[in-house]
């Protein structure tokens, strides 16, 4: 069946340091992915997308790009604030309007 | 424009109480979900509907029931609460245009004790 790994967090990073979440995927067919992000005591938001091979999705400075040959969609920022403190989701299409979750990754940016 | 809504926050049961958790959404939305968050486990699927009268099974439907008698309304049923189902529960909603673009509630926080 379908799964998506993600980097263990939690990730701890100063203001304007570089960021990437790591996110791998076993799916079959061609899914979309998606990074949703949690900040907290809210519900998820979706923060970007991409639907196929190469494409880029971006959203509020975060990047991440569908690479089907190494199974990966992991999410980069320039230089994280302190407002991006949250928690972030990888997932994945599935079949019969099903999204597959990773586990999360926390990060926590410090002034 | 309310989005997705749920109620309550915050519930605390005992074990073999029963209640529903409620979910409702705005945006004329043909599918709607049901997920629990634990920790290290991310969010898993219980139950989903995908139009009025029609909902099926996710990957932990054990101990919960839901109906979908209108677009709008998406209430969860805990039958027998158990301990196992401590856990925070989200709704989400999509449109049949982009299924898989969901839209989340706040959450319901729950406990049984």
């Known amino acids: 069946g379908n799964s998506v790994t993600q980097m263990e967090g939690p990730v701890t990073l100063s203001e304007e340091a570089f960021l990437t979440i790591n996110c791998t995927y076993t799916?079959?067919?061609?899914?979309?992915l998606f990074w949703y992000v949690q900040y907290p005591g809210e519900g998820l938001q979706l923060l970007l997308k991409a639907t196929k091979a190469d494409d880029k999705g971006s959203n509020k400075g975060f990047e991440a790009t569908y690479r089907k040959e190494t199974t990966s969609f992991h999410l980069e920022k320039g230089s994280v604030q302190v407002s991006d403190s949250a928690v972030y989701f990888c997932a994945l299409s599935g079949g019969y309007q099903k999204v597959t979750f990773g586990t999360g990754t926390k990060l926590q940016v410090i002034p | 424009n309310a989005g997705v809504t749920q109620t309550p926050k915050f519930q605390v049961l005992k074990t073999g109480q029963s209640m529903t958790l409620q979910c409702a959404q705005d945006m004329n939305h043909e599918y709607m979900s049901w997920y629990r968050q634990d920790p290290g486990m991310g969010l898993r699927l219980i139950h989903y509907?995908?139009?009025?009268?029609?909902?099926d099974q996710g990957e932990v439907p054990n101990g919960y029931n839901v109906s979908r008698s209108t677009t709008e309304d998406f209430p969860l049923r805990l039958l027998s609460a158990a301990p196992s189902q401590t856990s925070v529960y989200f709704c989400?909603?999509?449109?049949?245009?982009?299924?898989?673009?969901?839209?989340f509630g706040p959450g319901t926080r729950l406990t049984v004790t």
């Open positions: 799916a079959t067919g061609y899914p979309s």
């Open positions: 989400a909603s999509s449109a049949e245009s982009s299924p898989y673009e969901q839209y």
């Open positions: 509907s995908v139009g009025a009268g029609i909902t």
